[in-house]
């Protein structure tokens, strides 16, 4: 196992994409399962704080150290078993999700969820039970989740999988491999009925896997997951389209999402994903064939076991309606095309994170989701209080589902401080229209003072709770979705 202990050897992982930067003593890198536990048996006893690190990509700083050890999965990234007939794939955490994705296709399966960026870590993408473009279609992440291999803190494992266990409305007992036995309380709060990843989730009757979803490395060191799949659509179809004026490509959505719900012909539809003038103002650097004229843009795709000329027909006839010039609208048939598809939409992305590292501001991008019936009014009421301010933005993200990626660029100190600001409020008005502050990056540490916005403190304390269930002494991921200062209140409670 390599150890290193000077941070200069090690500068990379005391970051994330959102520029949040912290500090560590050393980091260590297991190569085993059981190397794993010798760690946390260790650092447990000694009260060593641990920081689990993935691949870099999260946006909400909850790979970065704040004081204590690094633990890098980075060496456990073997794919174990694949099972074509009971469609299901077992993989070690630090497998790389594109890696993941192209390896079931070759045998004609596919594993739906799709974060923008997949050079991310699978077993990241399940602690923060992270979605994407396709949720719209098959959900986040943990409708994938058949079963997990955990580390506890102090070095004990549970083998979890679907329909094993669950709670008897909001208690519960989890048995480890040696035979110890966790009773648990399951916090009481209403999680919103948007797209959520923010805070644990919970609820009455619970699977007891879900608990470990989302939960952000904070109850325990996920060693091994296995993955449901399913069939490789036949044809997709992928479009990018073009819009005069952003009112046209926001009634499109709307009719999209509408008749998706409604309609059979556009049932299969799995992504609609939004971009605004001044996002493709800033992709035309590299993407000169954007239509000068354009303001916005939709980016949308489509499963079938039938021929794309059905499709393009139906897509064409709702494009045209919402005055979108059909010469201008890209197609993508294949899967090299998509890719280049899937590249236009992360560009976006890597352009905001390029802006915020040169100009050393940690990422002031909302996550935001809200019930579509206020959906609209939201999108006009954010975009209202960042002009007044006369602060740059883009916005872009998966408006199928609700869920905008507001992100600001602030030039100087005094503009970063207002979009701080400004994204409080943000936080604000979506809870107060019963939505959610983190739809599918999760809360990290820098959205953990937002949380209690949405939950109050009493719904932090039980997170707390929880959490020491199974980490007494308080090592594992300290800081991820709440404040230290509530486990400390939780203990004392």
């Not at 000694?46 to 909850?62: A, K, Q």
Request: glycine share 6%; net charge negative; proline share 4%.
């Amino acid at each position: 196992m390599i150890i290193k202990n000077d941070p200069e050897q090690f500068q990379n992982y005391l970051s994330d994409a959102s520029n949040y930067k912290g500090n560590a003593d050393s980091i260590y890198f297991p190569e085993s399962e059981d190397e794993i536990v010798d760690l946390l048996k260790k650092f447990n006893k000694e009260n060593i704080r641990v920081t689990v690190s993935g691949n870099g990509t999260g946006l909400t700083g909850g790979r970065v150290p704040e004081g204590g050890i690094i633990i890098s999965l980075e060496k456990l990234n073997r794919i174990l078993e694949l099972d074509i007939e009971k469609k299901f794939v077992i993989a070690q955490p630090a497998v790389v999700l594109k890696d993941l994705q192209d390896f079931v296709e070759e045998q004609n399966l596919f594993y739906p969820p799709d974060p923008t960026e997949r050079n991310c870590f699978i077993g990241a993408t399940v602690a923060t039970n992270a979605s994407g473009a396709k949720t719209f279609k098959y959900g986040a992440t943990r409708n994938y989740v058949f079963g997990l291999r955990i580390i506890l803190s102090d070095g004990e494992k549970i083998e979890i999988e679907r329909g094993q266990y669950f709670a008897n409305e909001n208690e519960a007992n989890i048995r480890t491999e040696s035979g110890k036995v966790i009773p648990l309380e399951i916090p009481n709060y209403k999680m919103p009925k948007t797209k959520n990843a923010a805070g644990y989730y919970c609820k009455e009757n619970m699977d007891l896997v879900d608990l470990f979803i989302g939960s952000e490395g904070t109850l325990g060191i996920i060693s091994e997951i296995k993955l449901k799949l399913i069939d490789l659509p036949k044809k997709v179809l992928s479009c990018v389209a073009f819009f005069p004026q952003e009112e046209n490509a926001l009634s499109f959505i709307d009719e999209a999402r509408e008749l998706k719900q409604n309609n059979s012909s556009f049932s299969k539809a799995r992504a609609l994903d939004f971009f605004d003038a001044n996002a493709l103002k800033l992709l035309r650097n590299d993407y000169p064939n954007i239509p000068i004229l354009s303001q916005a843009a939709v980016w949308f795709e489509e499963d079938s076991d039938t021929d794309n000329a059905d499709i393009i027909e139906n897509w064409i006839s709702l494009l045209n309606k919402f005055n979108c010039n059909e010469d201008s609208v890209w197609f993508a048939f294949d899967k090299i095309e998509r890719e280049k598809f899937h590249e236009f939409r992360h560009a976006i992305s890597l352009m905001v994170n390029e802006f915020i590292f040169q100009h050393n501001f940690k990422k002031v991008g909302t996550d935001v989701s809200v019930p579509v019936t206020h959906f609209r009014s939201f999108y006009y009421w954010m975009k209202e209080t960042v002009d007044k301010e006369n602060i740059d933005y883009v916005v872009y993200g998966h408006f199928g589902d609700c869920n905008p990626h507001l992100n600001m660029l602030p030039k100087n100190e005094q503009e970063y401080l207002k979009s701080k600001q400004i994204y409080v409020n943000i936080c604000k008005e979506a809870v107060r229209l019963n939505g959610t502050i983190s739809a599918e990056h999760g809360i990290g540490k820098m959205k953990r003072d937002y949380l209690i916005t949405m939950y109050g403190e009493d719904n932090i304390l039980q997170m707390a709770k929880l959490k020491l269930f199974f980490d007494p002494n308080k090592i594992l991921n300290v800081g991820n979705i709440f404040d230290e200062k509530y486990l400390s209140s939780a203990y004392d409670s």
